[in-house]
């Protein structure tokens, strides 16, 4: 099992910026593929981006691409998403998640195990 906890989220004004982390437990974490979530009121859980285990290739959705950059510390166990060119649109809920795999576009079928979220508020 795996323990996912998230920081970082906030209250942003648009056109802000915010870094969201994930700390990972365990000794493996440098073997899992980790990828970010969101989900906004009302809407379904979609994906936002994802990073392979050492960093080589990472994946974002369409909507986030070009503003939102994932990395990762190996060595801190924590995987982060810079946020940029914030949006009023990008206000959710962002889950850390371990994900089976690297691609655009997974689903919630492809997480092994969740973190409990960090709210992101972007003001217009």
């Known amino acids: 099992q795996v323990q996912l906890v998230e920081s970082g989220g906030g209250l942003v004004q648009a056109g802000g910026s915010l870094r969201l982390s994930c700390a990972a437990s365990g000794r493996t974490f440098s073997s899992y593929i980790m990828g970010w979530f969101r989900q906004a009121p009302g809407q379904e859980r979609e994906f936002v981006s994802a990073i392979t285990w050492r960093g080589e290739s990472s994946y974002y959705a369409d909507s986030v691409k070009g503003r939102f950059t994932i990395s990762r510390d190996n060595a801190k166990n924590t995987v982060y998403l810079q946020m940029d060119s914030l949006k009023p649109e990008d206000t959710a809920v962002y889950y850390c998640?371990?994900?089976?795999?690297?691609?655009?576009?997974?689903?919630?079928?492809?997480?092994?195990?969740w973190g409990k979220g960090t709210l992101v508020t972007v003001s217009s």
């Open positions: 998640a371990v994900v089976r795999s690297a691609y655009s576009g997974m689903s919630q079928n492809d997480v092994r195990y």
